[in-house]
């Protein structure tokens, strides 16, 4: 039998956003823009690339406008038809009503707690798991992480995680998997490791922002005691799943960008724009204008 469809997405976007404080005292770190598109777009616009239906938006208090920027701008829209503006720069935004649904991590106990908090939502389908501060860049041509990933899922169903490989030195900042066997871009998953030293690290595989989780992770989470920074963690209920379901792991074919750091959130912003080509030789000119 073939999996089932993998309809939801779960956007955990309830963090305070403090790295980039003061700009993330009113804006919600998600709606900070990537050149000219906010954070949350690119997630939600790769989910929509590879057929995702229903976004499901875990907030927080004070995250109102993440929701909104999915919503219509009537003032705005009007305004703009009236002098004859093309609305189709907002077309992204736009979603089929019921199609975009919020709800509240009233406390932050971490990814775990946030994915939990969704459970109504998701039922008992499978589902996927995009954290926006990872932008993923496909490559020119190619298609986006979660299209990837999607397309793996349709061949071995189970539980999926996206990885990217990194030089050893680095890998006592992530997530590390245990790898089995390897089929191409798949790899078995046979354990999860957080921040390993580097002469323990299974692999150069890191965890990155991208899942397709099986909807019994909620149960696991519903009973799981707090782990690491005293938050409930999202690792922990993957690593007890590993055995009971298919497990693997994804190596994306495309570029990351941790836009969770002020560094990689301009390394970003640098490289979309220099891909654009309405305006990449202009900012190539500036940048090799600013390093002399």
């Known amino acids: 039998m073939s999996p089932k469809p993998i309809r939801k997405a779960v956007f955990p976007v309830a ?13 919600p770190k ?3 823009p990537v050149v000219d598109r906010p954070l949350i777009q690119y997630a939600v616009d790769e989910a929509r690339e590879a057929g995702i239906e229903q976004l499901i938006l875990v907030t927080g208090r004070g995250k109102t406008g993440i929701v909104e920027h999915f919503d219509i701008a009537f003032e705005l829209e009007q305004t703009m038809t009236e002098r004859g503006k093309d609305l189709a720069i907002l077309e992204p935004t736009r979603a089929t009503p019921g199609d975009v649904i919020a709800v509240r991590q009233q406390v932050p106990l971490g990814l775990g707690h946030a994915i939990w908090c969704a459970r109504a939502i ?7 798991i995009f954290l926006p501060d990872e932008l993923m860049v496909a490559k020119e041509g190619g298609t986006g992480c979660m299209k990837q990933m999607v397309e793996a899922y349709e061949q071995v169903g189970g539980n999926l995680i996206s990885v990217l490989e990194v030089p050893m030195e680095q890998v006592s900042s992530y997530g590390v998997i245990d790898p089995g066997a390897v089929n191409g871009a798949l790899t078995e998953v046979k354990g ?3 921040k390993p030293p580097r002469d323990q690290a299974p692999s150069n595989k890191i965890v990155s922002g991208r899942y397709i989780l099986q909807p019994e992770v909620m149960r696991v989470l519903e009973n799981q005691g707090k782990g690491a ?3 409930i963690q999202l690792t922990d209920a993957m690593a007890k799943m590993i055995g009971t379901q298919p497990f693997h792991a994804v190596t994306f074919d495309g570029a990351r960008y941790d836009c969770g750091s002020k560094v990689g959130f301009v ?3 640098l490289a979309i724009a220099l891909s654009r080509p309405d305006m990449g030789a202009e900012v190539r ?6 390093l002399k």
């Open 15 to 27: 963090g305070l956003g403090t790295r980039f404080l003061p700009a993330t005292k009113v804006v």
């Open 30 to 32: 998600e709606l900070l």
């Open 122 to 128: 998701v039922g008992d389908e499978p589902f996927a």
């Open 192 to 194: 999860l490791v957080e």
């Open 229 to 231: 920074g005293g938050e």
């Open 267 to 269: 390394q970003a912003t």
């Open 285 to 290: 000119a500036i940048a090799l204008d600013l």
